[in-house]
Nanobody
């Protein structure tokens, strides 16, 4: 049974940085396009970024473009999200999944809190 484990979240000040990690298990993700999403209470889950299976092309939501970088290590099958210049509106629980998402693959997410 495939699972994903998100980690690396925490509390930072405005303008700070965090690096999130997504570690799949139970299934090889190396041929998947993978993505990061985020969700705040009372709102729908929001797309953040995706990266293709080759790791050579990435696409970002306008809200994070220029500040976040998605990458992947195909050797250890880990997906990263480098978040710089963080803003309070980036506060959310961050999830990884396939793009388009596989419904049964959502993990627990990792909390990111940006304070001023």
């Amino acid at each position: 049974q495939a699972q994903v484990i998100e980690s690396g979240g925490g509390s930072v000040q405005v303008g700070g940085s965090l690096r999130l990690s997504c570690a799949p298990s139970g299934r090889d993700f190396k041929t998947y396009t993978v993505a990061w999403f985020r969700q705040v209470p009372g709102k729908e889950r929001e797309f953040v970024a995706y990266i293709t299976w080759t790791g050579t092309f990435a696409y970002y939501a306008d809200s994070v473009k220029g500040r976040f970088t998605i990458s992947r290590d195909r050797g250890n099958d880990t997906i990263y999200l480098q978040m710089n210049s963080l803003k309070p509106e980036d506060t959310a629980v961050y999830y990884c999944n396939r793009q388009p998402p596989e419904p049964g693959l959502w993990g627990q997410g990792t909390q990111v809190t940006v304070s001023s």
